[in-house]
């Protein structure tokens, strides 16, 4: 089959690759199918665009997937409407995050003909064989679809345990030339940059994650090097974001794969989504000489009761202790903290501002959000437990406006002062940030017009 893989634009100025698809199209293309992306993302098309390139050209199937973002939902739907808007309609799949926990309601308001739910490579081959006949539909695990008026849910499939024996994603068939310029901390302006997945799934169950899959997954060593060779090879990346979220799922994984990165001498640079409980010492001075530049940490509260309430496996004692740690081996950290969740008040917030404050090294601007309980998450259903909210079209219509505003609100804070409490909190980190840039800037003066340092490269500099 002829097929068209969307990749969405969420009208940012650089893109971040779209995995997800690269891996789907490698699937397909494995299978025997002809694939085709349509970029919306490089080119900013309008709806309409789609519409009539759909008009003018000859799919069998078309494919979209969205994570469960406010932005990505309203989103799907402009596309949807442009897509069943098409004289020469595709049978339309939908698939991500985003319609895994839900697929019923994604499918009435998108009026797409199935959803796959969850990882997609063995499900969209079976979907695909099974189009147009309700009988072999309803035998494909890990689908939601059309039935006439009817929206059926067959049984979740489980998830992949190999997953060396998946192709690598299909780089050839997207433009890298322009997901490469991805600008992450500690990027020099010479390097190109790709994400690349070390491994699925999570071992630990946050009650905020939206994640569905249980138990993590690794790539082997041996795979994750072949990957990054070839991006090196074919598209001259220097930098790698391994983009999953546990890459630090325990020590020994994290030496064993450090270890062979320096054995296969790759030259590269790279960060990560870390577990500040596994941040040793001398683990994070092996990660260092194997490359390692920054480390995004999940820390969502310095308060420890609020950290137990949302099942974070994490103390604050644990925080600083590796926070520090990765400081001292000369690795930038990511410090991620939100606000929100049950237990939340305005002395657990202050904590976090002051933690924020003491530890930042201007690698990056961090601001603190709402805790947001996405659709598949434990908080969403304790949300409407508490008749928070009343389920997914709640959410979507009429909660979750925008990530950095309140959808539910778990504290005993009215909602306007829960949004007062987080300008006041974010301004103080905002300000603060300009400050250390400005007298950084400052410093970096002195040093061109006293020291003449011939290595300025101008003021503007980006």
Not at 31 to 60: C, I, K, M, R
Request: hydrophobic fraction near 35%; proline fraction near 5%.
């Amino acid at each position: 089959m002829k097929i068209l893989l969307i990749v969405y634009d969420n009208e940012s100025y650089i893109h971040w690759f779209p995995q997800g698809l690269g891996y789907i199209a490698a699937a397909l293309l494995r299978q025997g199918h002809t694939v085709e992306v349509y970029s919306q993302d490089l080119h900013h098309y309008p709806e309409e665009h789609l519409t009539a390139y759909l008009d003018n050209e000859v799919f069998d199937v078309v494919g979209v997937g969205v994570i469960a973002g406010y932005f990505q939902y309203r989103k799907l739907l402009q596309i949807s409407a442009a897509i069943n808007q098409a004289r020469r309609r595709p049978h339309f799949l939908i698939g991500g995050h985003g319609p895994s926990p839900e697929p019923e309601y994604f499918l009435r308001k998108t009026g797409a003909d199935a959803a796959v739910l969850g990882e997609g490579e063995e499900t969209i081959l079976e979907l695909i064989d099974a189009l147009g006949d309700p009988a072999r539909l309803a035998e494909v695990k890990g689908i939601a679809y059309r039935d006439g008026d009817e929206v059926r849910v067959n049984e979740r499939r489980r998830t992949i345990k190999d997953i060396d024996s998946l192709p690598l994603p299909a780089f050839h068939l997207f433009p890298i030339e322009y997901y490469r310029l991805l600008r992450p901390p500690h990027v020099r302006k010479t390097d190109f940059v790709m994400p690349v997945l070390s491994g699925r799934g999570c071992t630990y169950r946050c009650n905020f994650c939206y994640r569905m899959d249980k138990g993590y997954r690794p790539r082997s060593n041996e795979s994750i090097i072949e990957e990054i060779r070839l991006l090196k090879r074919d598209y001259r990346i220097s930098y790698v974001i391994f983009s999953d979220e546990l890459l630090m799922s325990s020590v020994k994984r994290t030496v064993s794969l450090c270890e062979a990165m320096l054995a296969a001498d790759l030259d590269i640079i790279w960060d990560c989504n870390g577990r500040l409980n596994n941040a040793d010492p001398e683990v994070l001075d092996l990660m260092k000489r194997a490359g390692r530049v920054f480390i995004n940490y999940g820390i969502e509260a310095f308060d420890d009761q609020v950290l137990e309430n949302m099942r974070k496996s994490l103390t604050t004692e644990q925080v600083i202790k590796g926070v520090e740690a990765t400081l001292t081996a000369g690795i930038s950290p990511g410090l991620n903290i939100i606000f929100g969740n049950i237990g939340d008040n305005r002395r657990t917030l202050e904590k976090g501002v002051e933690f924020l404050l003491k530890y930042r090294d201007l690698s990056q601007m961090r601001t603190i959000r709402p805790v947001t309980p996405y659709p598949g998450s434990p908080l969403y259903y304790q949300a409407i437990e508490k008749g928070l909210l009343k389920g997914c079209e709640d959410f979507y219509e009429n909660k979750h406006t925008n990530s950095d505003l309140l959808a539910v609100n778990f504290t005993d804070l009215s909602d306007q002062d829960f949004h007062a409490c987080l300008l006041d909190a974010n301004a103080r980190l905002i300000e603060d940030y300009y400050h250390q840039m400005t007298q950084a800037s400052v410093a970096g003066a002195k040093k061109l017009y006293l020291d003449q340092d011939p290595n300025f490269r101008g003021f503007r500099q980006q």
